[in-house]
C-alpha cells in the first residue's frame, strides 16, 4: 500500500529503543536474574501494581541456583510499615504535630554490604513497591538524567562539584554507587516514570550507559519494564522483516524510518494521512487528543477482538477471535522470550483471527494491483 | 535562477531530495519539470505539484521557493553547489548530508536542519526544530562541517554528535544541546534551558544567556574575559567547565558569568 | 517443472567433475537423468554449472541477529531493497531484513544456509525468522555448550545421558548440529568472568572446557549426527591464541575414528592470532594450517575480513565485551538464562591498521596454506568478519594472486611485510572454489542432497556467466567478481528463482532438523528434565518445545543413535 507501519512502542518504549540506537544495551532473559541478580533496581517502575507476578517469578521473592528467595525480608519491612503507618495515623489524629511533606532520604542500610538478595526503588513517590524494597530513594521529578550522570561519575570515584544531586545528598550518592559496584549481579528495570520524564529516550541513553560503565566492575545489566501485550512481539517482527522496530514508512517501496517524521502519532499531528487501519490497539484513549481527532476524521478501520473506544469511532470494524484463547500464536515476553499462545476454546463461527481477516485484505489488495499472485 | 511556488496547499510530505543546484545545471526546464518527486507514497513529476519558472540571463545554479513550504522534505539534501532561497517556512531535514553551497531560509524550518552535513551554509531567518546538525537515528557521523546559521530559536539536542563546523543560535536553545559532540562549536546567544553538552567527548559550547544548571559531570576549569569563534571576539566573561567526565569527555563549555549568578557556588573551586 | 541446462561446463568435485561440458536435466525439483519431451531448454554454452553454494556458517536469523538489526538503524538506511511485484522490500548491510537475506544469497548462487548460533530457549524466534527467509533451505545449530544439564552430566561422566538429553534438545529446537561457544565462557559470563584455556576451571560447575568439548565430541558420535560438533574456540580474538586453536584441536585427535572429521572449527581466523599483545600481535595461520594439514579430523573455515563496516556477533559475551572494550562502540549483550549469552558490537575493518589487515592476511593464509579445499572452508561468520555479500570479492582473492596484491597495496605496510601472502603462489581453481563453498560445506553438513548435481539429488543450481577457457581468473579477476555477485541462473528446487541479479520467483526454502531415533529401548528421557524445567528455566516445560508445524517446510532428517 505504501502506508506507515507503527506499534504500541511509539507511545511507551519508543525512547528506550531509540536509545539503544545509540548506545546498546546490556540485558538477559528473566531466569538469568532468578538465578543470579543479588541487586534488584526498579527505576521509575512499580512492579508491585504494574507487573504483580514479576517480583515472585523472577526477582527477589524467587529461589534461583546461586541466590535465595527474600521471603523474610519482605514479610519484616512489610510489618515495620504497617507499624509505621498505625503511628503517623495516631500522630494525624494527635493534634500540633505536623505531617512531614518530603520524607529527607535516608542513607543506605547495612544490608546493602553483604551478600544476598537486595531491592532498591528509585522514584519521584513512594509506591507500593517502594514500600516492599530494602531501600528507596526518592529523587525530584525530572532530574533522573543528572542522577544517573552522577552514578556515572561516581563508579569511576570521580567527586562531583555539588552538594546534592536530584534533591540527594552526594554521600547517599556515593554509598549508592559503592553498592552498585560490589554486588555480583546487578539489573536496573526501568518503567515509563523514565522513559516519559524530562529528556526521555537521553535518560535510557544514561541508565544504560551507567550500566555499560558498571560492567567493567561486576556484572551489571538492564530490562524495561514494558506493558502492552506482546509490543515486544510487535518490534521484533517488524525488526526482522522492515530492519526498523516501529514507526516504519513504506511510501516510497521500501523501509524508511525516523521516529518523529516517520511515527504515528507526528503524523496523525500533521494531518498527513487519509486513512487508518488499526489492530488490536485503542488510540483514541492512548493518543494526544489532536492526533486523535485527525485519525477519526478519516475512514477508519478497526480490527479487534474487543470493544474499544477506537472501535466505537470506527467506521468499519472488523470482530475477530481472542490470541491465546480462541486461537494460537506466539507472544514475545518482554525479555524477548517467545512463547505459543494455546488455543482452548473453539471462537464463534465464521469469526476470523486477526491473521487470517488481514490475510484476507492482503490478497484482495495484491489482486487489485496485480502484484505477487 | 529557477522559481518554484506550489500549485496547491499540500497534505502528505513531498521529498524533494532530488531537486538540488547540482542536479539543475544544464537541465532544460522541461527536462527538470518532468523530475520525479515522492508526493507521499505517489512517484509524480516535479510539474504536477509546483509551478515552475527559469529567468534568462541569471546564474544557473540558484532555486528559488515560495509559498508554504512546510510539508516538503530533504531540500538541498547533499547539494556541493549553488544556492537555495527559500520565502517561506520549510519541513524537515533541510540541507540533510549537504556538501557545499548556500540555503538562505526566510522563515522558519523543521527539526533535522543540516544533519550529517559536511559543508555549506545553511541560514535561517526564523526558527529551528530538534536535531540540528545531527546524525542519523544510531549513526555517530553528525555535523561534520560547514555553518548552522539561525537568527530564532532552536529546539532540542541540536548538534547531537556533531564532529565539526559551527552552528550558531541568536535565540535560545532547548535541552541537550551538543549531546554526545565530538568536536566543533555551538554558540548559543540566547538562553538554554539546560543539560549542556551531555555526554559530550569534544568540542566547544558557548552561551551568552542563561542557563538552569550545569550537568554534575561537568568540572569547573577557569573565568576567562572573552572567548573566540571562527576568528570573531565574544565577549565574557565566561566560566568555563570540562565534560562530559562521565564519559571521559574533554569538551568545553563557556558560559556567562554575568547572567548566570547561581553558578557562583563553582567558584570555591577555581 | 523440467528443464534442461545445455552445454554448461559443470564443476561438481563430489563427482569428479571438472569443467566438463554436459547438460544437467531436472525434473520435480530433482536432478534426473533422461529429458522429457516437453521440458524447458536453456543453452548456456560458455557458462559456469555449479550446485547451488552451502553457506556452513552465517548468522542470518534469530534474536541476536535481530537485536542488530535493531541496534542499526544506520546500517539499514542506505542500502534498501526496494519492493517488486514478486519481491518484498527490505534493507540490507551487514544485517539484512529476512527477506533480503534470502534475495541476496540467491542472486549469488546460493542455495542452503546453515544459521549457527541459535540460544534453545529462543529457538522459536529463530524459525519463526526462518520462515521469513524466503528461497533458500536453511539449518540452525543450538547452542549446547554451556548449558546447565550438558555441564553437569558431562562432570559426572554421563556422557549417555547427556546424548539422550542433547537429542531431546535437537527436536524441541528443531537444531541440525551441536553447536559450542567458548565452551564454559557464557556460563562464567553470567557473573561477569570468562574462561582463558581449555583446561580452566568454569567456575561453579567444576568443568573444563576441554571436558565440554570431548563429552560433546562423543555425543555426537553416540547420535550418529550428520554433521560434526561445530565449535568456537576459547581466547577468541586474543593475541597468542592459536596455540589455544591447536590444543583444543588436539584434545579430540584420539576420538576420531573411520578417518572422518568430528570437529569443525569455525572462523578461525579469529583463533589464530600469534603474539603477546596487539602490538606484537601476528599471523598463526602456518602453525594451524601445518596441523590440519596432517590430520583428518577436524574442518574449519575462515571467517575471511573485508574491509568494511560491519556488526560483530557471536554468542561468547566476553568477547564481545572485551571488544567493546577495544574499539569503544554501541555494545548489546543478551545472557539467556541456563543455557549461553551473546553480544553484539559494530566494528570497521580499516585496510590501513595493522590488526585488521593482518586479519585479513590470516583468513588467506589459512584458505591458502592448507592443502585440501575440503578442510577450509569459505565463510565471512557473516557478519562478523564481513557480510556475504563480499563472497564475490573473496573468491576473487583466493584465485587470483593479482587481486591480492592490488589489495596489499593499499594495506597497512608492516602487516604487508608480515604477511606469507606474497610468498604463496597458489591460486584456487574453479573447481576449488566449488569444494570451499558447495561441495565441501554440504559434504561436511552430511547434507547427501546438497553440493552435487549427480542423479538424484537436489535441484539447486548456480549458472555463472564466466567461460574458464576465455577467462584467465587470475588476471581478469574482475569478471569472476561480476559472475558471482550475480548468477545468471539460480535454480532451487528445480525452479529458476534469480536471473542475472533479478529474482523472478520467491519459493519456500526448507528447514532441515535432526530426529534422533534411538535402538530399544526407548528410555523415558525427560523424566530429569521434567523434574528440573521449573528450577532452572522461567517458562513451561510445555511451551519450550517448537512444534513441527511451526517451520514453513519441516524436512527432519532422521538418524539411528549407537544406543
Ligand atoms: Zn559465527
Known sequence: MGGVLDNTSTVCHGPSIISIHDVGISSCTLGQLRH????????GSNPWDAHPR????????????????????????????????????????????????????ESLPYKFFRKGRKMMVIDVRRTRSADMADYFLQVEPNKDYELIEAFRMLIKHEELEVNEVAGVPVEILEDIADALINCSLGVIFFGVGLTMSKGKHRNIDAAISLVRDLNQRTKFLIMPMRGHFNVTGSNTVSTWQTGYPFAVDFSQGYPRYNPGETSVVDILRRDETDAGLVIASDPVSNFPKEATSNLIKNP??????????????????IPTTYVGIETEGTAYRMDHVPLPLKKVVNPPKGLPSDKEALEKILLEVRRMRKEMI | MLTLTPRQEF??????????????????????????????????????LFKISKEANTIDDTIHFTGDLR???????????????????????????????????NGDADSWVGSMMRNGIIEVKGDIGDYAGAAYRGSTKGMKGGKIIVHGNAGNEIGCFMR???????????????????????????NSEGRLGAQMLQGKIVVSGKIPSILPTFTVDNIVKKTKISGEEIAGPFYTFIGDVADNGRGKLYISQTHNPHLKQYEKFL | MKLVLKNGLVYDPLNQING????????????????????????????????????????????????????????????????????????GRSIPSTFTTGYRYTRMGYTTVMNPSMPPLEARHTHEELNDIPIIDKGAYPLLGDWWFVLEYLKNGLVEDCAFHVAWMMAATKGYAIKLVNPGGPESWGFGRNVRDIDDTVPNFDITPREIIRGLCKVNKLLNLPHTIHLHTTNLGVPGNYRTTLKTMKCVEDLAYDKKPVMHITHVMFGAFKGKDWYTMSSGAEKISKYVN???????????????????????????????????????????????????????????????????????????????????????????AAPFITYPRIIAWLMSKNAREKTMKKMNRLAVRKSLLPSIEREYSFYEIAIASRAGTAKALGLKQKGHLGIGADADIAVYNVNPKQVDPSKEYKSVIKAFKHAAYTIKNGEIVSQKGKIVKSNIGKTYWINVKFKSPPREITSDLKKKFKDYWTVEFDNYPVAENYLALSTPITVEAEI
Open chain 2, 164 to 190: 565539526g563546523g559551527v552552528i550558531n543560535v541568536d535565540g535560545n536553545v532547548g535541552i541537550y544541546a551538543g549531546i554526545h559532540m565530538n568536536k566543533g562549536t555551538i554558540f548559543i546567544q540566547g
Open chain 2, 11 to 48: 497534505k502528505v510530505p513531498i521529498d524533494l531530495g532530488c531537486l538540488i543546484p547540482d542536479a539543475i545545471i544544464k537541465k532544460s526546464i522541461d527536462e527538470i519539470r518532468s523530475f520525479r518527486i515522492w508526493e507521499g507514497n505517489r512517484n509524480v513529476h516535479l510539474e504536477t
Open chain 1, 54 to 105: 514479576h517480583l515472585e517469578r523472577y526477582t527477589n521473592f524467587t529461589k534461583g541456583r546461586f541466590q535465595d528467595a527474600d521471603w523474610y525480608g519482605y514479610v519484616t519491612r512489610t510489618n515495620i510499615h504497617q507499624t509505621d503507618k498505625r503511628l503517623s495515623r495516631i500522630l494525624k489524629l494527635t493534634p500540633g504535630i505536623k505531617e512531614e511533606v518530603l520524607p529527607k532520604n
Open chain 2, 71 to 105: 510539508k516538503i522534505r530533504r531540500i538541498g539534501a547533499k547539494m556541493s553547489r549553488g544556492k537555495i532561497v527559500i520565502d517561506g517556512d520549510v519541513g524537515s531535514r533541510l540541507g540533510e548530508e549537504m556538501k557545499g553551497g548556500t540555503i538562505i531560509v
Open chain 3, 294 to 384: 596432517r590430520h583428518r579430523h577436524v574442518t574449519i573455515d575462515t571467517a575471511q575480513v573485508v574491509f568494511t563496516d560491519t556488526t560483530t556477533m557471536t554468542a561468547d559475551g566476553p568477547f564481545q565485551f572485551g571488544l567493546y572494550r577495544l574499539t569503544g562502540n554501541k555494545w548489546v549483550n543478551h545472557d539467556v538464562e541456563t543455557e549461553t549469552t551473546g553480544g553484539i558490537v559494530p566494528f570497521r575493518y580499516k585496510r590501513k591498521n595493522y590488526v585488521h589487515a593482518t586479519q585479513w592476511s590470516i583468513g588467506l593464509e589459512l584458505s591458502l596454506l592448507i592443502k585440501s579445499p575440503w578442510k577450509v572452508f569459505l565463510t565471512t561468520d557473516h557478519p562478523n
Open chain 3, 20 to 91: 566438463e561440458k554436459m547438460d544437467i536435466i531436472i525434473k520435480d525439483g530433482k536432478i534426473v537423468e533422461k529429458t522429457d519431451k516437453d521440458s524447458k531448454t536453456i543453452d548456456i554454452s560458455g557458462m559456469i554449472v555449479m550446485p547451488g553454494g552451502v553457506d556452513i556458517h552465517a548468522h542470518i536469523a534469530g534474536s541476536e541477529v535481530n537485536t542488530g538489526r535493531l541496534l542499526r538503524p544506520e546500517d539499514h538506511f542506505k542500502d534498501v531493497e526496494v519492493k517488486s511485484n514478486i519481491t518484498r522490500s527490505g534493507v
Open chain 1, 300 to 317: 477508519l478501520i478497526v480490527i479487534d477482538p474487543v470493544e474499544t473506544p477506537t472501535s466505537v469511532m470506527a467506521d468499519v470494524v
Open chain 1, 36 to 43: 543470579r541478580a543479588d541487586l534488584v533496581i526498579y527505576w
